[in-house]
């Protein structure tokens, strides 16, 4: 059964170091998504991606921020200058247009932040 | 902006029913969709909602009344496999979940 990778499964870096975590969508899937979950808190929605472009983005997703589909397989999220406050597990998902509230979520990247 | 609201958290025992309410406010409302979480891993997609009435998936089932603003997971038979955490979840046109806060349902022997 195909499945959404992410690597790493944890990540620790330092205050104001930059981050990429990667994703591998399921591959005939066309839209994609980063989702974040802070320890005990609910699913956080950051950015949904389609066509190569943001397609919707939360007030979280600020300048910090950004995504990119560099080749035809993978899906990236960049922290460019993590805070303490981005510590939490990063979760990409990627779904079909219809129905793309069934979407397939990877098993995370926990991002620790000191 | 969207907002969810369910139970925090449920306990049963083995073979019972649990109801998971929730209601939202929201705009641009498309359908109400369920997803489950077992210890902070994957969340999974159980269930979803587009129109209103029930829709029936095994031992899961999940309604939706949109003049009510209110859905909910219905989980018959439980098993000690169900203990995890169920999400609700609104979609809207902008290709997006806004997810509840969950409730944590504890199924005991």
């Known amino acids: 059964e195909p499945e959404v990778t992410q690597t790493p499964s944890h990540q620790v870096t330092q205050m104001g170091q930059e981050v990429i975590l990667r994703c591998v969508p399921i591959?005939?899937?066309?839209?994609f998504y980063w989702y974040r979950q802070i320890l005990g808190q609910k699913v956080e929605f950051l950015v949904s991606?389609?066509?190569?472009?943001?397609?919707?983005k939360s007030e979280i997703f600020d300048d910090q921020f950004s995504v990119e589909r560099p080749d035809g397989s993978n899906f990236t999220l960049k922290i460019r200058s993590t805070k303490l406050e981005d510590s939490a597990m990063y979760f990409c998902?990627?779904?079909?247009?219809?129905?793309?509230?069934?979407?397939?979520f990877g098993p995370g990247t926990r991002l620790t932040v000191t | 902006g969207q907002s969810l609201e369910q139970p925090s958290e449920v306990t049963a025992v083995e073979g019972a029913i649990v109801q998971i309410n929730c209601t939202y406010q929201?705009?641009?409302?498309?359908?109400l969709s369920w997803y489950q979480q077992h210890d902070g891993g994957a969340p999974t997609f159980l269930s979803y909602n587009g129109l209103d009435g029930l829709e029936e998936t095994g031992r899961f089932s999940s309604f939706l009344s949109r003049s009510d603003s209110y859905g909910y997971l219905l989980l018959q038979e439980l098993q000690m496999k169900d203990s995890a955490s169920y999400f609700c979840a609104v979609s809207d046109q902008n290709y997006k979940l806004s997810f509840g806060a969950g409730t944590t349902v504890t199924v005991r022997a």
């Open positions: 929201t705009s641009g409302f498309y359908g």
């Open positions: 591959s005939n899937h066309l839209y």
């Open positions: 998902a990627s779904s079909d247009p219809e129905p793309y509230h069934e979407q397939y």
């Open positions: 991606f389609y066509n190569n472009e943001i397609s919707e």
